[in-house]
């Protein structure tokens, strides 16, 4: 089945600085790729997802880059705010009916002030 | 903004006993998702139903775990009898179900059960 491997398990950056996140996965099957932002205590939310057929999708500061050749995809944050300190999960699906999403373990992103 | 309903919010019990939790869709969504998500870890899917149906259970401990879906809307999912490995957040998702595959799932604040 699909293994997804999200790195690094934290990160912190200074206010305004970007911020990386890089997922690999292992199904080459795969073709939707969700990432999902989680607040402490609070449900995770959809922030930006990828199809297989589009390399690089872009929303605001906020982008997501897709490399199906190496099987891994990456979640760019730039101009960092405080709020966007949460953990943000990768997650990849490989459709057939299933849609079954299987997730990374979380990044644990600090936004200092 | 629709949002996926879920309760209760916390639940405590002991070992042994039942625990069910309750998650209500968002209007029109077909597809409905439980997943379990423990500490410091990314949710990992139980049990998916396309309207009532059961699509993917491989991963829900049926000797203790029953999930129903009875008039492909709200959901309840069942454990019996719980253990102490079954304290996680237990989120439900759902999501509209139709083509293109893979319509954005969207989850519910879940629901935090801790077992004593």
């Known amino acids: 089945g699909e293994n997804v491997e999200q790195h690094p398990s934290t990160l912190s950056v200074q206010e305004g600085d970007s911020a990386v996140i890089k997922c690999t996965y292992s199904d080459s099957a795969s073709n939707y790729f969700p990432w999902y932002k989680q607040e402490l205590g609070k449900r995770p939310q959809l922030i930006i997802d990828?199809?297989?057929?589009?390399g690089e999708k872009k929303d605001q500061r906020i982008a997501v880059t897709l490399n199906k050749t190496a099987k891994h995809f990456s979640l760019h944050i730039t101009e960092t705010q405080p709020e966007d300190s949460a953990v943000y999960f990768c997650a990849a699906s490989s459709g057939g009916g299933s849609e079954k999403l299987v997730f990374g373990k979380g990044t644990k992103l600090t936004v200092n002030p | 903004e629709a949002e996926v309903a879920q309760s209760p919010r916390y639940k405590i019990t002991e070992k042994s006993q039942a625990v069910a939790f309750w998650c209500d869709p968002i209007?029109?969504?077909?597809?409905l998702y439980w997943y379990r998500q423990i500490l410091g870890q990314g949710p990992e899917l139980l049990v998916q139903f396309q309207d009532e149906s059961v699509v993917d259970d491989s991963q829900l401990p049926k000797d203790r775990f029953s999930a129903e879906r009875l008039k492909g809307v709200d959901s309840t999912l069942k454990i019996q009898p719980a253990e102490l490995g079954d304290s996680a957040m237990y989120l439900c998702a759902s999501s509209l179900g139709t083509e293109p595959a893979n319509q954005p799932q969207h989850f519910g604040d879940g629901t935090r059960l801790s077992i004593l």
């Open positions: 209007s029109g969504h077909a597809t």
């Open positions: 990828i199809r297989s057929n589009v």
